[in-house]
């Protein structure tokens, strides 16, 4: 590439297809007793489990056009995954057994464990608090849009917004 760059050659006329939905961090963790890693496939709406020890796999199909993003390990073993574009929170084990799926806003991006909850920020401006357990919110915030990150240090609840850096 570098050298066709150089040489003067033109681009190809007949590119690659787009590689699929943008490239997002924050989509793979290992869980806390280091047996398994769990990957948020959002170009294929999937969940992969992966045992480190025997390298055997483990694939969760999720709904079309969820796209997985950002997930979190709570402190009972529980994963739980930001879906984009599916404006809710999946549940799983680590093995992927779904036990939960819950809608929080349209657009979920950060997520983070803090003892028995689960915080969502949202683009569109919530902060919504779960039992990490199962069932309804317990808090939504209304903040400004863009919300991107959700953080939790020294005891303080901390979100980030992407465009300004916030």
């Not at 040489?7 to 997002?24: A, E």
């Not at 199909?61 to 599916?86: K, M, N, Q, T, Y």
Request: contains cysteine; charged residues 25%.
């Amino acid at each position: 590439l570098l050298a066709a760059c150089s040489s003067g050659t033109p681009p190809s006329p007949n590119p690659p297809p787009p590689w699929g939905v943008p490239i997002s961090g924050g989509n793979m963790i290992v869980t806390h007793d280091g047996a398994r890693a769990v990957i948020a496939d959002a170009d294929r709406d999937r969940m992969l489990s992966v045992d480190l020890a025997t390298g055997d796999t483990k694939e969760l199909a999720l709904v079309a056009g969820d796209e997985p993003g950002r997930l979190v390990e709570d402190a009972a073993g529980r994963i739980h995954v930001a879906l984009r574009r599916g404006g809710a929170v999946v549940t799983l084990d680590a093995s992927l057994t779904q036990l939960a799926r819950r809608p929080v806003c349209a657009e979920p991006r950060g997520i983070v464990a803090d003892g028995d909850s689960i915080d969502v920020a949202c683009s569109t401006g919530e902060l919504v608090t779960l039992p990490a357990a199962g069932g309804d919110p317990s808090r939504v915030l209304h903040l400004d849009r863009d919300l991107r990150d959700v953080l939790v240090v020294g005891g303080q609840l901390y979100v980030t917004r992407f465009r300004t850096a916030e």
